[in-house]
């Protein structure tokens, strides 16, 4: 469709596209694949409106389109119209995977595209994975074809958690590793149906699962780091149910401490002074305000990434002595801090 003499006959603005394709690069995305995501998701669009107008796409056709993405990869052929059109290597792959690999490459196309119209004002709903509400995953804690014996106790664990001064992207991680064991559990053994069933050797099932298995998008092994989120929930519910004496749980912890994964003991490394003078002066540069403003913010605090998302309105403040400072908001470490900011970085930070 966005081949000139086509565009011009549809109506498209192809000089829209190009401009559209430059924010793509100032947000991050590679050149080539930060324009296919555009191309492959506005035809789609396009077809499904039958509208030319790129500046008309709201929220509404995002999740529209969404919707019809996950309808046609639940079909039954999906999985073999797309063997067709993968490597040799990837056609030995279970039909259901296939299609559920593509599904999730569409949504992820479809998310850039979010990204850039909440970037540039068009849509003004923040973007998210899949393009559900951050919220919408506490009504989902469990796969909804789970037993109710089996996805009760887990529910009622994470809700718990959810009420205590847990931090909810902790309990969400969680809520996604019982969901992967749940899925797991549903294949390798499905005649179990309740909690009460479960024995440590389907444990140790589950340990060897991870140790084998290739993830599809990487084609390596899970790491470490992978293996030791998904094991860590488990451990935590198993100990704290067997204390609480519920009796819908095996009663028992089927997991110890020696079970996890050794976690390698990286140092983090600093950025050389000559490699961060030339990260400086592409910031300066940066156009939008608001990346700029964060990224300085980095610079000069090392506040987190999610606690300068979080930042409010009345953050910069200053010492008696009339010294600048930034309160961050409570975040991962349950306590509001105060950092010293450099004189310099107070007037493009209030911007």
Known sequence: MFVPKVAAGLGLDLDLLNSLSARMLQLGYAPVSGRSVLTWTF?????????????????????????????????????????????????????????????????????????????????????????KTAELWRTELTPPETPSALAAPVTRWLSGRLQTSDRAESVRHSRDAFRYFLRWLAQAHPDINAMTQLERWHVEGFMAHLHEHINART??????????????????????????????????????????P????????FIPRGELDRLMEAVEELEDPHQRAALLLLRW???????????????????????????????????ERMVPLHPKQRTPCAS
């Open 219 to 260: 084609g390596r092994a899970l790491t470490a780091r992978s293996r030791y989120t998904y094991l860590s929930p488990l451990l935590q519910f198993f100990r704290e149910t067997s204390q609480w004496g519920w009796s819908d749980v095996p009663g028992r912890p089927l997991l110890d401490r020696s079970d996890m």
């Open 43 to 131: 035809t789609r669009l396009l077809l499904m409106r039958g509208d030319p107008d790129l500046r008309a796409i709201r929220l509404d056709d995002l999740t529209a389109l969404a919707k019809e993405i996950k309808r046609y990869c639940a079909r039954p052929e999906a999985g073999f119209v797309r063997a067709s059109h993968v490597s040799n290597a990837r056609r030995r792959m279970p039909m259901d995977q296939l299609a559920e690999i593509y599904q999730k490459a569409c949504l992820t196309r479809l998310h850039g595209v979010h990204v850039l119209l909440f970037h540039i004002g068009q849509v003004p709903e923040p973007p998210f994975h899949g393009l």
């Open 301 to 335: 605090s090392g506040a987190r990434r999610g606690e300068i998302a979080r930042l409010t309105l009345d953050c910069l403040d200053a010492y008696p002595d009339g010294y600048p400072r930034l309160r961050i908001p409570v975040g991962k470490t349950y306590t």
């Open 262 to 269: 050794k976690l390698p003991s990286a140092l983090p490394r």
